[in-house]
């Protein structure tokens, strides 16, 4: 008689042809989920832009905040799941609802882009902050683990003044200040932040980072180990001093994609696959968000 195994489940031919339709589709999926749980590598996040959390893993999943509720929230930690939201820290999103006393010409520039063609913040505004915090709060209380403070290494994009760089460090400190006053556990992320390691040492507030193509970045290309010596460097430091270190590596292929496994484990860094450079945008037919 043949036999089907499975993480140590035995179940015979004949029985499984002669089950009801829908209970073989339950077989398969859990056959299905129990070798990606075996095929995923150790300490892998996520960065998800969709909708469905049945296609999401246990462990830490960064998520476009709008797309999920409470109750999916409360059904991801029941499932080993830690869901942080993505917050942009310099990037205007033209589709994603603000409070209407709050107006756009306070905080965009006009006719001034990011590299990638999207509306800057003038992230030092006052209007600005105010925005950042409200939707902070509605994430919190929403019931996402914490946050993850995107792009604040775009400072430099509106000019390259130290201020920019203070402004831009003193917004963190006060949107990391305001998490913990909202949940006491909130992990806050920095996103782009090398060019503040050195604040990050000092500020117990911060619980880690997510840096892109350390080993692989953009269109999969490979990053020559003499380019990225001085990033491994603080990153290893950054992990001495107790921070989580979330690697989004453009790995392309299975040999590619052991290797940064393998890197990762080998330094205790966090690793997780995506194409660079990261970015969720809310779609402008989805103004229905989710409460």
């Known amino acids: ?20 339709g829908n209970l073989k589709i339950h077989y398969l999926t859990s056959i299905l989920l129990a070798f990606i749980f075996c095929c995923l590598p150790a300490y892998a996040w996520q960065f998800y832009n969709g909708s469905d959390s049945a296609e999401l893993l246990p462990g830490h999943v960064v998520l476009e905040p709008g797309n999920w509720g409470r109750n999916d929230l409360m059904e991801m930690r029941r ?18 609802l603000v409070p209407l006393d709050i107006k756009d010409k306070d905080y ?30 509605e994430y919190l209380l929403k019931g996402f683990a914490g946050a993850v403070f995107a792009k604040v290494g775009s400072y ?23 998490s913990r006053r909202l949940n006491s556990s909130a992990m806050i992320i920095l996103h782009d932040a090398l060019g503040f390691y050195d604040e990050i040492r000092q500020n117990q507030l911060i619980s880690g980072v997510v840096e892109e193509g350390l080993y692989f970045g953009r269109q999969g290309r490979q990053v020559r180990r003499w380019n990225s010596e001085e990033k491994l460097k603080q990153l290893v430091s950054l992990s001495a001093g107790k921070r989580l270190i979330f690697l989004a590596e453009d790995a392309r292929t299975d040999e590619r994609r052991r290797f940064v496994a393998e890197e990762s484990g080998r330094h205790g860094f966090d690793h997780g696959f995506a194409e660079l450079p990261l970015d969720i945008e809310r779609k402008a037919d989805n103004y229905g968000q989710k409460k």
């Open 1 to 20: 008689m043949t036999i089907l195994k499975n993480s140590g489940d035995v179940m015979c031919l004949k029985q499984f042809i002669q089950e009801p």
């Open 79 to 96: 499932r080993g799941i830690v869901p942080l939201a993505w917050l942009n820290f310099s990037q205007i999103e033209d589709h994603r």
């Open 108 to 137: 965009v520039i006009t006719r001034h882009y990011l590299p990638e063609g999207k509306k800057l913040a003038v992230f030092y505004s006052q209007s600005f902050r105010e925005l950042l915090k409200v939707r902070l709060r």
């Open 156 to 178: 430099d994009v509106l000019s390259n003044s130290p201020i920019n760089r203070s402004e831009m460090w003193r917004l963190v400190e006060d949107m990391a200040r305001e």
